[in-house]
DNA sequence: CGATAGTTTGACACAGCTCAATAGGCGTGG
DNA sequence: CCACGCCTATTGAGCTGTGTCAAACTATCG
C-alpha cells in the first residue's frame, strides 16, 4: 500500500484519481506524476463513442476511470466479435504499435484520463516499474483473454450467458465482496453487444436470459437491472 | 542486430542457439549470459507429453528451441480447448503466478532450454530489457489470442480451417518468405487438436479439409503433410 | 499379417440461426 | 395527458450447420 505522506505534492487531478492506486499511475514517483499529469486531461465519452479506430493512427493512450469499454474486431462482411472489455482503473492502448488492429468503443459513459502516446513511452524507459504495472495488466487481459477462448469454443449458448453475468458480477463493482453469494448489478452492454461477446445471435441471447430467468436463477429489471440471488446456482450454470 | 565480437564469452550451450537472437536471451549482456547459462538445461519432450500442469506448481520456465507447444484448457467434464500455439523461439510459462491456470503438452517433439523459476525472475528484476523482450511477446500473444476469439466465435467451420492452416504456414518456418505465393509443411496437430483449437469435432475437421482438397485448395499427403498452391486462394476461404 | 490408433464417410438429430411478428420503454409533440 | 414513432427486446416457427453415433478405411508397427 502506498503512503500518502506527500499528499501535498501529487497533482490536483491525480489525489482522488483510483489509477493511482490499482492502477499504472501507482507506478510513479510524485515527481514523475507532476510531469505525466502536465500532459494528460480528463475527458467524458458517451455510450457508443469510439474511442480507438481499427486502422486508425493512435496518439494517445488512456487510463479508464469510469464505465465500460468494449474492445472489438470485425470482418469485412461486417461479423463483430468483442474481443476485451475493459473496467477502471484499466490502461487502454497498445504500446509499440502505432496501429491498434482493434476498435475501442465506450460501452456505457466512459471517463477517461488521457496522455499523448510519447508522454507515456518516454516515462516506460525512464521507470521500469511502470512497464512492470503495464506489463502485468497484459498479463492479466491475455488470461482473461485465454479463458474466454474456451467460452466461445465449448460452452452452449446458456453456459455462455451464465459466463458472460458471472464476469461482469465480478468485474463491474470493483469495492464489491468477491465472495459475496448473492449480487446485483445493472448490464453495461445491449443485448447486441453480449451477443457479439459470447459469438451469438440477439435472439440466443434473449431466449437464454429468459430461461434464466424462468429457473429463477436470475431476476431481470428495466431489461439493464439484473439480480443474482444465489452466485452459486449461476456458477454451476456456468459450466467450469 | 546483435553483433558477436565477444562470441568468445558467450556460453557453449547459447552459441548457435535461436533464443539469442529473436528469442527473449536476446536481452542479456554476455555476463548475465553466463550466469543463466549456468543454470540451465536443454532437454527433448516427446509428443503428447505433459510440460505444465493446469494447478501445478511450476517451478521452471523454457523457451521453446523446436517443435510446438500447445497451451490448453479443460472443463471439468473434460471438453478441451487450445488457447495458444508456441512455435521457437518462443517463452514458456507465466510469470508472476505460481499456478498457471493452463495446461502445456508438446503438440510434437519439441525441444527446450529450461531455467529455474527464481533465476529467471531474479535476472528480470535487475535487467529491464529481458521484462520488456517478456512483456513484447505477451503482447503479440493477446494479439493473436483475440484474433482467435474472432474465429471461434463468429467464423464458419470451413473459415476456421481455412486460418488455421494460413496461421500454421506463416509460423511453422520462421525462414520462409512472408509473402510467398505458395506453401509447403507438415501440420503439427493431429485432427483432434485441431478441433480442440477451432472449437470443432474431429469429423467436421476432417470433413472441411476434404472440402478444401476437393476444391483444390490445398493437396493433403500422408494426412499430415499439405501443399498450398496459391495462398491467396487459401486467404479468401479464410474469411477477413 | 493382425492389432491399434488415427482418419474419413454416412445418416440422422438438434442447438442455435434466420426471418418475421409482437411487445415494451421512452422521448417528442400535439 | 395521450398519441405517435423509434428503438430495443422478446417470442414464435421453421431451417441449417454442425454435432452425434456408427461404420469403414488407412497407416504404422510389432
Given at each position: 500500500m502506498r503512503q500518502d505522506v506527500h499528499n501535498s505534492s501529487i497533482p490536483v487531478l491525480c489525489a482522488s484519481c483510483e489509477a493511482r492506486h490499482k492502477g499504472i499511475?501507482?507506478?510513479?514517483e510524485p515527481d514523475q506524476l507532476v510531469a505525466l499529469a502536465k500532459t494528460s486531461y480528463k475527458q467524458k465519452a458517451d455510450g457508443?463513442?469510439?474511442?480507438?479506430?481499427?486502422?486508425e493512427r493512435v496518439e494517445s493512450y488512456s487510463n479508464v476511470l469510469s464505465g465500460v469499454v468494449k474492445l472489438t474486431k470485425t470482418l469485412s462482411?461486417?461479423?463483430?466479435?468483442?474481443v476485451g472489455l475493459q473496467f477502471a482503473p484499466d490502461f487502454l492502448g497498445r504500446p509499440f504499435r502505432s496501429e491498434s488492429g482493434i476498435n475501442a468503443e465506450a460501452a456505457t459513459e466512459v471517463g477517461l484520463c488521457s496522455f499523448p502516446k510519447g508522454a507515456i513511452e518516454r516515462m516506460m524507459k525512464a521507470s521500469p516499474e511502470l512497464e512492470h504495472r503495464l506489463y502485468q495488466q497484459t498479463l492479466r487481459e491475455l488470461d482473461e483473454a485465454r479463458e474466454w477462448m474456451v467460452t466461445l469454443g465449448r460452452k452452449t449458448a446458456s453456459e455462455k450467458i451464465a459466463s458472460f453475468l458471472l464476469m461482469i458480477a465480478r468485474h463491474i463493482d470493483p469495492t464489491a465482496d468477491p465472495d459475496r453469494t448473492s449480487a446485483t448489478f445493472d448490464l453495461p452492454l445491449s443485448r447486441a453487444d453480449i451477443a457479439d461477446f459470447l459469438g451469438l445471435t440477439i435472439e440466443t441471447v434473449s431466449r437464454q436470459l429468459t430461461k434464466l430467468r424462468a429457473d429463477n436463477v436470475i431476476r431481470i429489471e428495466n431489461n439493464r437491472h439484473v439480480v443474482v440471488p444465489d452466485m452459486e446456482r449461476l456458477e454451476l450454470r456456468a459450466g467450469n
Open positions: 499511475c501507482g507506478a510513479l457508443g463513442s469510439e474511442l480507438i479506430g481499427d486502422a462482411d461486417g461479423r463483430q466479435q468483442i
